[in-house]
């Protein structure tokens, strides 16, 4: 049995309030997270110098400093036609009339 229409669902929030638990843990996890940051970018430094490690594991330690220190690279998409004029296209509607039913 389903609730009514038009009937607000029991329990929880009402739509458009803040959930403040979610923002004071995200908060909490951040403040950790940053005691560790100094250590774990000498770790990611120390990987990426390491000659014995993977390339896989050294260039993903070199962009994790790199992204930290610098930001992450914007990414751009830019779409066009030719000469960056608009993309042309061509769209087909058919209407099909089925045909009539033998009774």
Do not use: W
Request: overall charge positive; aromatic content about 2%.
């Amino acid at each position: 049995m389903g609730r009514k229409t038009g009937c607000r669902k029991t329990g929880g929030r009402k739509a458009g309030v803040r959930n403040k638990i979610t923002r004071e843990a995200k908060m909490a996890l951040a403040e950790l997270c940053q005691a560790y940051t100094q250590e774990m970018v000498e770790i990611l430094v120390t990987i990426a110098r390491d000659r014995k490690a993977t390339p896989t594991s050294r260039a993903a330690a070199a962009e994790a400093v790199l992204d930290r220190g610098n930001g992450k690279p914007a990414q751009y998409h830019e779409m066009g036609g030719k000469n960056g004029g608009p993309i042309e296209g061509k769209i087909t509607i058919e209407f099909v009339v089925p045909p009539k039913r033998k009774k």
